[in-house]
């Protein structure tokens, strides 16, 4: 094969490459989960409107956790079990039912929206150190006694939950 046919060659595999690679769509994991409530069986068997019921489950993703941080004049690290971040949400829901109309025909409605808010925690973590102290040169090498130390790491919760009611005409 000639340099030329082979440069020719290579342009168009790499343009079909690129074309291939910039249509194709990263695969992202979702937030949310949707949950649909099927009502329609019943709205047709007993002949009458029927709630419509969603909800949406979030997919818990963990962080890296902040590991031991060594500190001088302590033999074992700080967080020697560290706190572990976990970012998802609370469940969300959708909830439409119809509500008859007192002095007429036709149906009103009441609408609950909680859309799924966003959660960022942390867990427990604990924090411990000896009860000798590091090698002393004034002592020999050995190190001297000292009280024990015990910390508990404690959990975070932060979510800011939302909600909106509606009423209105039609179903």
Known sequence: MKSTTRGTLAAV?????????????????????????PLDGVERALNVQTPKIAGQLPVPMPGSPDGPRYVEGRLLPERALPQLPVSAGLPGADVHTPLPHVLGDGFDHLGVGAPAADLRTLTPGLSLDTPLTPPNPDNFGLPEPKL???????PLLQTVPGANVVMGAGA
């Open 13 to 37: 595999l790499t343009g079909v490459a690129a074309a291939v690679g910039a249509t194709a769509a990263p695969a992202v994991a979702a937030e949310t989960v949707p949950v649909p409530v």
């Open 148 to 154: 024990p130390q015990v910390a508990v790491l404690t």
